[in-house]
């Protein structure tokens, strides 16, 4: 089956600065791909939808200035906490497809620490 | 909108049957079904399409009612292995749009 990896998994870092995630499709090329955020004891919410070559879309209420994804390729897309917050910390997964009525294949997720 | 899933939580004995149920107010392209454990990223079960549609894999099966905008999964026989949160992902613009996540049904088994 198709992998996505996710990088890092887990990070640590003090309120104030950045974090970059990547997310590949290890086998596959990913006409798109999709971020999502997980707070404890609550479901998955899409933040954005990122296709390669082209602007994000964001989720009404995901702040495009906070968190800045670019989708470089068909196989990376990366998605950067900008001056990350407290309140930022959570578990972000990202996912791909290969075509519109594909499964979406989920990485294994980054659980973000801010301090 | 956020589709609804039913029950919040359930406690079985391995062996016994469950159901779990996702509706939504709005008409659907698709329901993907995930089950995911603590601390790991959601694991894929099925993906259906069409309205009727019924798919099953082993003793997991699911139903898509395109007309009632529902969908039922069916854990039968249910073993230690099937403990963890069931989300149900919905698709309603197009079939490459990202899911809107159910709040999710815990499912307890027990010896």
């Known amino acids: 089956g198709a992998v996505v990896s996710q990088h890092p998994s887990r990070v640590i870092c003090k309120s104030g600065t950045s974090v970059k995630i990547e997310c590949r499709s290890l086998?596959?090329?990913?006409?798109?791909m999709f971020w999502y955020r997980q707070f404890p004891k609550q479901s998955l919410m899409l933040m954005a939808t990122?296709?390669?070559?082209?602007?994000?879309?964001?989720e009404q209420g995901v702040e495009k200035d906070k968190f800045l994804i670019n989708h470089a390729s068909l196989t990376l897309s990366t998605l950067t906490v900008t001056s990350a917050h407290p309140e930022d910390s959570s578990f972000y997964i990202c996912?791909?497809?290969?075509?519109?009525?594909?499964?979406?294949?989920f990485g294994p997720g980054t659980r973000l620490t801010v301090t | 909108q956020q589709p609804v899933q039913s029950p919040q939580a359930v406690i079985l004995r391995e062996g016994e049957d469950a159901v779990i149920n996702c509706s939504s107010s709005?008409?659907?392209?698709?329901v993907h079904w995930y089950r995911q454990k603590h601390g790991e990223a959601p694991v894929f079960l099925m993906i259906?399409?069409?309205?009727?549609e019924q798919k099953g894999h082993e003793k997991i099966s699911a139903s898509f009612n395109e007309k009632k905008q529902q969908s039922s999964l069916y854990l039968t026989a249910s073993q230690l292995s099937y403990s963890g949160t069931y989300f149900c992902?919905?698709?309603?613009?197009?079939?490459?749009?990202?899911?809107?996540f159910g709040k999710g049904t815990h499912l307890i088994i027990q010896p």
């Open positions: 996912s791909a497809i290969q075509g519109p009525t594909s499964k979406q294949y």
């Open positions: 086998d596959f090329q990913a006409t798109t």
């Open positions: 990122s296709n390669e070559g082209s602007k994000a879309t964001y």
């Open positions: 709005k008409a659907l392209y698709s």
């Open positions: 259906l399409l069409k309205g009727g």
């Open positions: 992902g919905t698709v309603t613009g197009g079939g490459a749009d990202g899911l809107t």
